[in-house]
């Protein structure tokens, strides 16, 4: 299956998608994987990416979508693939049918995850990470069993600068402006499916693969 996952940040998309592409086995995209594979491949999109990044300054359209591209046509994705984030508006959506449509494919389905403010406000505030592994837990959901500190490797845990009250809001913000519209955009071409994303893990896995196994047998 070929399938774009939709929503605002906190939205539970990542980790969804980690367990879709382990069920299907299907390779998982998101653009910041891909833009640091380019890096670390020193392919000639990633070297450009390389360049806006360490200046911090957003990459451009063109690049992020030469490297979505590029990777859409990999033996990875032949049986499928799950776009976790991409596309984040309009414009990208058109480049990527345009594309779609010269390989000869289309998007089997855009799961669109919804869910109230508060709760995105609630996920994402409540997260904590580990500098030195990476690991990621939650105050409510997954905590730690250490207070602040890492099970994996005993190093503090932080909020990062993105999970914070005050930078919530604006990411929401700029959610709805740029991303939202893709709701329309996609329900216009009726491959929009609508997932309640509140609640447990688990609960939203089994709604998912209903809505999944709904769509193959279509």
């Known amino acids: 299956m070929r399938i774009i996952f939709l929503g605002p940040p906190g939205g ?8 879709i592409a ?12 891909l833009l640091r594979e380019g890096v670390a491949k020193e392919t000639s999109l990633g070297k450009e990416a390389k360049g806006y ?28 693939f799950i776009l976790d984030g991409f596309p984040r508006t309009v414009t990208q959506a058109d480049q990527l049918d345009n594309f779609m449509r010269s390989t000869g494919k289309k998007v089997d389905i855009v799961v669109f995850f919804s869910i109230p403010k508060d709760e995105i406000v609630k996920r994402i505030s409540g997260r904590r990470s580990c500098q030195e592994c990476k690991a990621v ?10 207070h602040g500190i890492c099970d994996l490797c005993g190093h503090s ?23 939202a519209p893709l709701i329309e955009y996609y329900k216009s071409q009726n491959i929009l ?26």
Request: with cysteine.
């Open 157 to 179: 845990l932080v909020q990062r600068n993105d999970d914070e009250p005050k930078t919530i809001e604006s990411r929401l913000f700029v959610y709805q402006e740029q991303t």
């Open 137 to 146: 837990y939650h105050l409510d959901y997954v905590p730690p069993k250490q």
């Open 193 to 218: 499916g609508e997932l309640d994303g509140s609640g447990s893990v688990s609960a939203v896995q089994d709604r998912l693969l209903d809505l999944l196994t709904h769509q193959k047998s279509e």
């Open 53 to 80: 990044m360490e200046k911090g300054q957003l990459v451009p359209d063109s690049v992020v979508i030469g490297l979505v591209e590029a990777k859409l046509v990999s033996p990875d994705c032949q049986k499928g």
């Open 12 to 19: 539970g998309k990542g980790t969804q998608a980690d367990f």
């Open 22 to 33: 382990e069920r299907y086995e299907i390779p998982k995209l998101s653009t910041g994987d």
